[in-house]
C-alpha cells in the first residue's frame, strides 16, 4: 500500500536561513512524488512534482525538492527562507490510479 | 485558465438538517473530481472522486453522498448531518489525461461548522 511520512509536525527557522522540509514515502513502482502549501483558510497549491528524470526539481516560489530513491525521500528545500513561507506544507504521493495520498502535513513557522 | 470555485465559504448548519456544498471548475472539459475532508487543518481525506458526469466512486462509508450532474459540476449532500461532519471541506480537479503525474488542483474549501 501507498503511503507518505511528514516526520516533523512542525519546522522553525529563521529568516534569510535554508529549510527543509522532509517527507518519506513507500510505493509500489514508479513514484509521483508532490509538495503543496495550504495558507490559513485556503485550498492546496501546488508547488513542485517529480515524475521522472532530474532528482532535483525546481518549482514555485523559489522552492526545490530533491528525490533520493535509495532512501525513498523527496525533501522540500528553499536556500533563503521569508516570513511569507510560513504555511502548512504537504507532501503526496500518487501510483497511476486517480488516488493522492497526502500526508500529516509539516507547519513551517519562520521567524523574522 | 482554468479555475476552480466553491461555496459557501462557510457554513453552519444544526444537527440533522441537510447539506448541499458545490463546486465549479471553468477553462477545462472532462476534468477528474474530488472531494475531500480536512479536519483540525491537518491530513486530508479523500471521500469522493468522479472521472466522469454520473460516475462516483466513494472512499469512505458515511452519511454523505457525491453527485456530478454535469461535466465540470460536483455536489455533496447529505440528508441529515451529524456533529462528526464538522470541518473543511475540499473540491479539486485534475486534467482528464490524467494517468498520475498530474497534480490536484484545489478550490478555497468550506468551513462547515455543525451545531
Known amino acids: 500500500a501507498q503511503s507518505v511520512a511528514q516526520p516533523e509536525d512542525q519546522v522553525n527557522v529563521a529568516e534569510g536561513n535554508p529549510l527543509t522540509v522532509k517527507c518519506t514515502y513507500s510505493?509500489?513502482?514508479?513514484?509521483?512524488l508532490f509538495w503543496y502549501v495550504q495558507y490559513p483558510n485556503r485550498g492546496l497549491q501546488f508547488l513542485l512534482k517529480y515524475i521522472t528524470g532530474d532528482n532535483l526539481v525546481k518549482g514555485s516560489y523559489g522552492f526545490e525538492a530533491e528525490f533520493n530513491k535509495s532512501q525513498t525521500s523527496f525533501h522540500l528545500k528553499k536556500p533563503s527562507a521569508l516570513v511569507s513561507d510560513s504555511a502548512l506544507y504537504f507532501c503526496?504521493?500518487?501510483?497511476?490510479?486517480?488516488?493522492?495520498?497526502f500526508g500529516a502535513g509539516t507547519r513551517l513557522f519562520v521567524k523574522a | 485558465s482554468q479555475t476552480i470555485h466553491q461555496w459557501p465559504a462557510t457554513l453552519v448548519q444544526p444537527v440533522g438538517s441537510p447539506l448541499s456544498l458545490e463546486c465549479t471548475v471553468e477553462?477545462?472539459?472532462?476534468?477528474?473530481l474530488y472531494w475531500y475532508r480536512q479536519a483540525a487543518g491537518r491530513g486530508l481525506q479523500l471521500l469522493f472522486y468522479?472521472?466522469?458526469?454520473?460516475?462516483i466512486s466513494s472512499e469512505v462509508p458515511q452519511n454523505l453522498s457525491a453527485s456530478r450532474p454535469q461535466d465540470r459540476q460536483f455536489i455533496l449532500s447529505s440528508k441529515k448531518l451529524l456533529l462528526s461532519d464538522s470541518g473543511f471541506y475540499l473540491c479539486?480537479?485534475?486534467?482528464?489525461?490524467?494517468?498520475?503525474?498530474?497534480?490536484?488542483?484545489f478550490g478555497d474549501g468550506t468551513r462547515l461548522s455543525i451545531l
Open positions: 510505493v509500489s513502482g514508479n513514484p509521483y
Open positions: 468522479s472521472v466522469g458526469i454520473g460516475q
Open positions: 479539486a480537479w485534475s486534467g482528464m489525461d490524467d494517468a498520475g503525474s498530474q497534480p490536484q488542483h
Open positions: 503526496a504521493v500518487r501510483d497511476g490510479t486517480f488516488k493522492t495520498i
Open positions: 477553462g477545462t472539459s472532462n476534468p477528474n
